[in-house]
T-cell receptor, first 109, second 113 residues
């Protein structure tokens, strides 16, 4: 089993839709998680950190479910510019970052 | 603030040849990472430095890959000899320390023929 698993997609959604991605992790002791965004042929960039209490930044909401060992990313009112690959990242211990394979999102006009 | 710099941006070589990539992290960042990203996959950590010491190189294929960060600033990653399966984007990232946000460079796209 992969350490961090994501549905590769693509998720094709119309503009204005709400879309959610999940990501499962295997290390129950992990404390920190992140969502990175990667545009086609570009480098990953931090979208948001995932806190135990959840984290909201504008149209984006990240949640952590420790009991089921998954994190989620919710995007409301999707924009064309949200089209990208969303990478889930688990920080194991104090320094080991594990990236998922990414979920591809296409927002359609 | 200048970002993470990498060169070259693209490299095409034949199998069994050698290649080297260079990375200059953001000034003041103690932690430097090298990742390999194969098409359709997420970045895979190859090696992590804290200043000029290696923190984690468990996934570095040491028979052909080597990396150094001699003065705790710039870093080079070398592949010798290259194999077809080394075709990927090699991403360098840096962070203030190992627990902070990572900033990625634009990557070097390597094609091995």
């Amino acid at each position: 089993r992969k350490e961090v698993e994501q549905d590769p997609g693509p998720f094709n959604v119309p503009e204005g839709a709400t879309v959610a991605f999940n990501c499962t992790y295997s290390n129950s002791a992990s404390q920190s998680f992140f969502w990175y965004r990667q545009d086609c042929r570009k480098e990953p960039k931090l979208l948001m950190s995932v806190y135990s209490s959840g984290n909201e930044d504008g149209r984006f909401t990240a949640q952590l479910n420790r009991a089921s060992q998954y994190i989620s990313l919710l995007i409301r009112d999707s924009k064309l510019s949200d089209s990208a690959t969303y990478l889930c990242v688990e920080l194991q211990g104090t320094y080991k970052y594990i990236f998922g394979t990414g979920t591809r999102l296409k927002v359609l006009a | 603030e200048a970002g993470v710099a990498q060169s070259p941006r693209y490299k095409i070589i034949e199998k069994r040849q050698s290649v080297a990539f260079w990375c200059n992290p953001i000034s003041g960042h103690a932690t430097l990472y090298w990742y390999q990203q194969i098409l359709g996959q997420g970045p895979k950590l190859l090696i992590q430095f804290q200043n000029n010491g290696v923190v984690d190189d468990s996934q570095l294929p040491k028979d052909r890959f080597s990396a150094e960060r001699l003065k705790g600033v710039d870093s080079t990653l070398k592949i010798q000899p290259a194999k077809l399966e080394d075709s990927a984007v090699y991403l360098c990232a840096s962070s203030l320390d190992g627990n902070n946000e990572q900033f990625f460079g634009p990557g070097t796209r390597l094609t091995v023929l």
